[in-house]
């Protein structure tokens, strides 16, 4: 008998444990050409969701930054260029195989910051540390994002500000032709170039079983943040949160 707590995996009903399990499956499996299909799938779009977020970060010299499920470092870059010798930007990432490849990218690029393997929902950093916490597109591969946004909110120091970059729900009239693309043409980009369709239609199912704008705006809310708001970017394709630690 399976005794373990259910939740989902794309639209499957799998137990945590699996699904902790197979999200990791999934990085290991396309982190080579992860960097590509981010701009390939969405026409270089990411680079603009992700200089708005830094826009919106009011990360300075001398701050101190958390990117949480960092990746492939590129939200780290940012923020490495902004906050200078005098600040610390920690890149941070469950799956040693993500984080590897983000940190010899940043060490290529002439940044050598510190790093952790650690899971979002217990990190290991002491209370009101940071001056910022991001995570995109990391929230919606969490098996408890309430229990992530409580660490997130717990490590930020009074005044810090998080910020959520995800993807959610887009503007209705435009949803069947994003369908459309999203389940016919991104797993077969997918298949084509990491021979992984699987990772791709999870990345579609994902996206679906995701919580919408608002409600991701009240979870905020429930794990302490304040002044929270979120932008839409490209009609919802991808929504920034952003909540303040008073
Ligand atoms: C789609 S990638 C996003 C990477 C990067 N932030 C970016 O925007 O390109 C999602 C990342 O979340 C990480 N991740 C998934 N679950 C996590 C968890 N519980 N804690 C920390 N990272 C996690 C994955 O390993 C993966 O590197």
């Not at 590129?74 to 195989?97: C, E, H, P, Y």
């Not at 994902?206 to 919580?211: G, L, N, Y």
Request: glycine residues 8%; charged residues 25%.
């Amino acid at each position: 008998m399976n005794t373990q707590n259910q939740t989902h995996f794309g639209f499957e009903q799998v137990g945590e444990d699996d699904k902790a399990r197979r999200v990791a499956d999934v990085f290991d499996s396309v982190v080579q050409r992860y960097d590509l299909m981010n701009d390939l799938m969405s026409g270089g779009l990411h680079r603009l969701w992700k200089a708005f977020t830094i826009g919106r970060s009011g990360v300075r010299e001398g701050s101190r930054v958390l990117d949480v499920a960092g990746g492939s470092g590129d939200l780290s870059l940012a923020f490495a260029r902004r906050v200078g010798k005098s600040g610390q930007v920690w890149l941070t990432d469950i799956n040693n195989a993500m984080l590897t490849r983000g940190r010899d990218r940043l060490a290529d690029k002439g940044f050598l910051l510190p790093v952790a393997q650690c899971d979002a929902e217990k990190l290991p950093f002491p209370d009101a540390y940071f001056d910022c916490v991001s995570l995109a597109f990391g929230l919606r591969n969490m098996t408890h994002k309430d229990q992530a946004l409580a660490e997130l909110f717990r490590v930020l120091r009074p005044g810090g500000r998080l910020l959520v970059l995800e993807f959610s729900c887009i503007w209705k009239p435009l949803a069947p032709i994003y369908d459309a693309y999203s389940f016919k043409i991104i797993p077969r980009v997918g298949e084509l170039v990491t021979q992984d369709e699987a990772s791709y239609r999870y990345l579609a199912e994902s996206i679906r079983m995701h919580p919408d704008q608002e409600t991701l705006q009240s979870m905020m809310e429930d794990a302490g943040f304040e002044n929270v708001e979120y932008f839409n970017l490209t009609m919802g394709v991808v929504a920034l949160h952003r909540g303040f630690k008073f």
